[in-house]
């Protein structure tokens, strides 16, 4: 991040079912954009998959671990997925604003941008489940465990509860990065 060019710190929460494209996207995202993106580092109870890294893609914790951070109330959000559990740490967060220049003036502002919300969704559960099983990191009840969760993120995402601002369908992959890009890049790109 250029420290002259006055950073656009507003956070933005991307979520979706598993296997909607999140990672794929910011993948592609954080390529593209070298040092432009802070990516909080979640806490998960579950292993890591091959290739992933302790602090890259996850802080991989015990069960225990994970629940004593709960009792500190060191989360902002966390919840039990099948049997593991994820959460966003205060210190995740705390940890990009650190790292970014002159963000800290932002966040210590009365009035700290609230973040924006984009949900990525499958086109359909049928093509969910084919990429999800494509993918070949979960096993068979797991991935019947993330078919049932995604219909009610999809509720969800679609209710009037619903913080989203946009929701993209990743469907061809090319034009929802596109849409991806647009949303959180968009008139700085
Ligand atoms: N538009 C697309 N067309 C075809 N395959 C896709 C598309 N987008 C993603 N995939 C594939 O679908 C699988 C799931 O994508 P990915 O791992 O990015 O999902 P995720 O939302 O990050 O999942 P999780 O929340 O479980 O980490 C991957 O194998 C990925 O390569």
Known sequence: MAPTTPANTRPIVISGPSGSGKSTMLNRLFKEYPGKFGFSVSHTTRSPRAGEENGREYHFVTKEEFLDLVEKKGFVEHAKFGSNYYGTSIKAIEDIIEKGQGVKQVANHPTFPRPRFLFLSP???EILEQRLRGRGTDKEEAILERLKQAEAE???AKSPD???EKIIVNDDLDKAYK???EFIVGADS
């Open 154 to 156: 999809m509720d969800f």
């Open 162 to 164: 619903s913080p989203h």
């Open 179 to 181: 849409e991806v890009k």
């Open 123 to 125: 086109p359909s559960k």
